[in-house]
Structures are given as structure tokens and as C-alpha cells.
């Protein structure tokens, strides 16, 4: 029953995994598809000409004058591009990004579920050698050479593993965690870093193009009072420069680098998520090591205990060795579970950090 139990729970959790994955992109999908249609928005519109219609009277007595036209400027067409790159940039920042963050939000999570189907592979392995155990006994008080209350102590035994197995299962489907990059921690992070970096520059580009300009404008111009014969084309080119631009540049240069030493010392950000992370691991590890010395000293009393009655010849004897061996099992899953988790857990530091 047990098992037709877990191959369901797996079931479940495959079928939950493929559209979780599928949703993770989706959602990545709809940020980039909202970025790049505000930057085409705003490319249109930089790299559009602009028309203009005026009356104007130039000076006092002159004719009044009716103006229409178009200009463009150069720095705009400038800007469209740039536009377009700061999108895509802040569009592969977000996919970085939200990568590194769910590898670290569920990191624990994911690890704990694996230290839990190991858990559940020992108790299997458990069950089974107690599953013969008993049998062994069953005969032995057919054969009227033990008693019923010995055969009732291992049946305990079974009891517990059976409660430890729907425990165990049961915390395997409290935890969610959706499918994560098979990348390294640390490599998410330099690449969510990168792509910070790179948006950070993109942006800076684009705020530079502010500091100049040069415009083309033309057009006609027209007498309306009185009203002369044909209207005259005009045509100008203006340049505009901000005498202020070196030092401009040299807040927005500092501005990237401030941005970058912030987002270091940020306690929500990735990279001090990644720290903290890594902190809780290690102790993770340190608990799981003083619990494995535990059960490792208990196991060694168990085993002088069971080198005394190793060929039981007396009922007594018998029940004390069912006892210690039942006991015995029950350490054999504390230690495995241990052994694999520090196990783990060293892997994945060694891996992602």
C-alpha cells in the first residue's frame, strides 16, 4: 500500500514539475515581451521627424509669416538604438536574475526532499530486514521456543517504521520546489551580476546622448499679411552641447560603480541571499555531523550488547537479541539519513560556491 502510495506521490510531482517549468518561462516570456514594446514605443518615437506649424512676425514691421516643417535630430536616432539595447540588456537581467533567486529560494527545499526519499529508500531496506526478522521469530514461537510478547516487541518496531514511512512521505509532498537550473549557484549569480552590470552600462549610454545634439530641420515658410506670392523653403541645422557633459559623465561612470557596491550590501539581493545561504548550510552541516557522532556511539553499545547473545540458546536471550537487532535497524536509518545529508550538503557547497 505504502508503495503504490509513493509511485503516486512521484506522479504527482512530475506532473507538477513540467507546467511549473513551463510557467517560469512563460512569466520570463511576458517581462521581456513588455520591456521590448515600450522600448519600440519609445525607438518610434526618438526616430520619428517631428512636425511643426507656427505664425510668427518676425520683427516689428515685418510681414507676419505662417511656418511649417519637420526637424530630426541626430542624438534621437542615437537613442532609438540605444533604447532597444537597454530593453534587451534589462530583459536578460530579469531572466538571470529570477534564475538565481528561485535557486536560492528553494535551494533547502530541494535538498531536503532528496535527504527525504533517502530517508524513505533506508526505511524500505529496514522493513524488509525486520519483515524476516519476524518471520524468523513467528517460527521459532510455533515451535513453542519464544514467546507471543517477543513476536508483539518486533511488531512495534514495524509500527514505527510504517508511521516513520507516512511521515516521511507526507513531508516529501509538503515541499515544493519547482524544476531549477542545473548551472551553479555561483555561476547564476556572476551571470545575474553580468547582466546587472551590462544594464547599468546600457543605461548610462543612453543618459549620455542627452549632453549633445544636432537637428535638421526644414520646411516653408509662407506671407500671410499681406500675402505673398509662393511659399519659400527654409532649411537649418542646429547643434546644442551641455558644457556641463565631462562631469556629467563622470557621475554617471561613478553612478555604475556605486550601483554595483550597493547592490553587494543589499540584504535582499541575490548575491547576499547566495551568503546567507551558504551560512545556514554549513551549520546544516555541523548539526547533522554532531547528530551522526550520536547515533554512531549508540550504535557501537548496540553492537557490544548484540556480540554477547550473537547465537542465542534461551528464550531470554533470544528476545534481547530481536530487541538489539530491531534497535539496531532503527539506528541504521539515523545514520544513513545523516551520512546522506552531509553528504549532500557538502556536495552542493563544493559545487555552488
Not at 80 to 103: F, H, I, V
Not at 122 to 132: G, V, Y
Not at 252 to 278: F, G, I, N, T, Y
Amino acid at each position: 500500500m505504502f508503495r503504490n502510495r509513493w509511485k503516486f506521490v512521484m506522479a504527482c510531482a512530475l506532473f507538477i514539475a513540467v507546467p511549473a517549468l513551463a510557467a517560469h518561462l512563460k512569466e520570463q516570456m511576458a517581462y521581456c515581451s513588455y520591456v521590448i514594446e515600450q522600448a519600440q514605443a519609445q525607438r518610434d518615437l526618438l526616430r520619428t521627424p517631428v512636425a511643426a506649424a507656427s505664425i510668427t512676425q518676425p520683427e516689428t514691421g515685418l510681414p507676419m509669416q505662417l511656418i511649417a516643417g519637420a526637424s530630426v535630430g541626430l542624438s534621437g536616432m542615437k537613442k532609438a538604438g540605444l533604447a532597444m539595447d537597454a530593453a534587451r540588456t534589462d530583459c536578460e537581467l530579469y531572466k538571470a536574475m529570477t534564475e538565481a533567486q528561485q535557486s536560492i529560494q528553494y535551494a533547502q527545499s530541494s535538498l531536503e526532499k532528496e535527504a527525504l526519499r533517502n530517508r524513505l529508500a533506508l526505511i524500505d531496506q529496514a522493513s524488509k530486514s525486520l519483515d524476516a526478522l519476524m518471520e524468523q521469530t513467528a517460527k521459532t514461537v510455533e515451535a513453542q521456543n519464544a514467546t507471543r510478547l517477543m513476536l508483539f516487541a518486533l511488531q512495534t518496531t514495524k509500527i514505527r517504521l510504517d508511521a516513520d514511512r507516512a511521515d516521511t512521505q507526507s513531508k516529501i509532498t509538503a515541499h515544493y520546489t519547482p524544476p531549477l537550473s542545473d548551472k551553479p549557484l555561483r555561476q547564476l549569480v556572476a551571470e545575474k551580476q553580468s547582466s546587472e552590470g551590462n544594464e547599468q552600462k546600457a543605461l548610462d549610454k543612453l543618459s549620455r546622448q542627452n549632453n549633445w545634439d544636432v537637428a535638421l530641420s526644414v520646411g516653408v515658410h509662407q506671407q500671410v499679411n499681406p500675402v505673398a506670392q509662393g511659399a519659400q523653403p527654409y532649411g537649418a541645422v542646429s547643434l546644442n552641447y551641455n558644457f556641463a557633459s565631462v562631469a556629467i559623465d563622470k557621475h554617471l561612470d561613478h553612478a555604475v560603480e556605486a550601483h554595483d557596491e550597493w547592490k553587494k550590501m543589499q540584504e535582499s539581493d541575490v548575491v547576499r541571499s547566495m551568503e546567507v545561504l551558504r551560512q545556514q548550510l554549513a551549520e546544516s552541516v555541523s548539526v547533522q555531523e554532531a547528530k551522526l557522532n550520536s547515533v554512531q556511539e549508540e550504535s557501537k553499545q548496540i553492537n557490544r550488547n548484540l556480540q554477547l547473545v550473537i547465537n542465542p540458546d534461551t528464550s531470554v536471550a533470544l528476545d534481547f537479541h530481536n530487541q538489539l537487532t530491531a534497535a539496531q535497524l532503527l539506528l541504521e536509518i539515523e545514520t544513513g539519513d545523516a551520512t546522506f545529508r552531509i553528504h549532500r550538503l557538502q556536495e552542493y557547497l563544493a559545487k555552488n560556491y
